[in-house]
T-cell receptor, first 110, second 118 residues
Framework: DAKTTQPPSMDCAEGRAANLPCNHS???????VYWYRQIHSQGPQYIIH???NNETNEMASLIITEDRKSSTLILPHATLRDTAVYYC???????????FGTGTLLAVQP | GAVVSQHPSRVICKSGTSVKIECRSL??????MFWYRQFPKQSLMLMAT?????????EQGVEKDKFLINHASLTLSTLTVTSAHPEDSSFYIC????FGGGANTEAFFGQGTRLTVV
């Protein structure tokens, strides 16, 4: 499965949009981009996933570049409860494993 | 989203004893379940992949005789930490993907089990 690269940490003001980038330059054609988040001492929570097209649900939007080498998770109106570690994962290769990288610690500031 | 229940959420055991952790998919059938371990301030590390009715596949460096995984049904997988030692103290998390779910089907996670070996 393709390796992903994320900034280790980001800050965001409460009420503003949080844009979390992810690089996955070696992603293969059949791998999806998945986003999960983990709030301290809890299991990861599914956010959104996509293959080629941009996706939106009640939690977030996922923007995937045309060449699929990078993506951005957008939380439109961040709240304090969105403070968490966000993981971007490229999944769907032959190994069928969901492998977590180091993620981005998003701190939403009041 | 679908619900994955993990039990217990927290357990303290004495060194040398065994501990069993259960992972249940409550509203869907899971062909595949994953077991992770997470140490403080670190990411999740995949330990093994559990397939219903067959032997689990362990990641390199994970002792299969120490971490026994059983996936007896489409809704239940168990992880038994045998002869636990203080270094096994960690946060253990399970994940399940729906039956027939390929890469376009999200996996859901349990709430985790905090194991402390004293």
């Amino acid at each position: 499965d393709a390796k992903t690269t994320q900034p280790p940490s980001m800050d965001c003001a409460e009420g503003r949009a949080a844009n979390l980038p992810c690089n996955h330059s070696t992603i293969s054609g059949n791998e999806y981009v998945y986003w999960y988040r983990q709030i301290h001492s809890q299991g990861p929570q599914y956010i959104i996933h996509g293959l080629k097209n941009n996706e939106t649900n009640e939690m977030a939007s996922l923007i995937i570049t045309e060449d699929r080498k990078s993506s951005t998770l957008i939380l439109p109106h961040a709240t304090l409860r969105d403070t968490a570690v966000y993981y971007c994962i490229a999944y769907g290769g032959a190994t069928n494993k969901l492998i977590f990288g180091t993620g981005t610690l998003l701190a939403v500031q009041p | 989203g679908a619900v994955v229940s993990q039990h217990p959420s927290r357990v303290i055991c004495k060194s040398g004893t065994s501990v069993k952790i259960e992972c249940r998919s409550l509203d869907f059938q899971a062909t595949t379940m994953f077991w992770y371990r997470q140490f403080p301030k670190q990411s999740l590390m995949l330990m093994a992949t559990s397939n219903e009715g067959s032997k689990a596949t362990y990641e390199q460096g994970v002792e299969k005789d120490k971490f026994l995984i059983n996936h007896a049904s489409l809704t239940l997988s168990t992880l038994t930490v045998t002869s636990a030692h203080p270094e096994d103290s960690s946060f253990y998390i399970c994940s399940a993907r729906a039956f027939g779910g390929g890469a376009n089907t999200e996996a859901f996670f349990g709430q985790g089990t905090r194991l402390t070996v004293v």
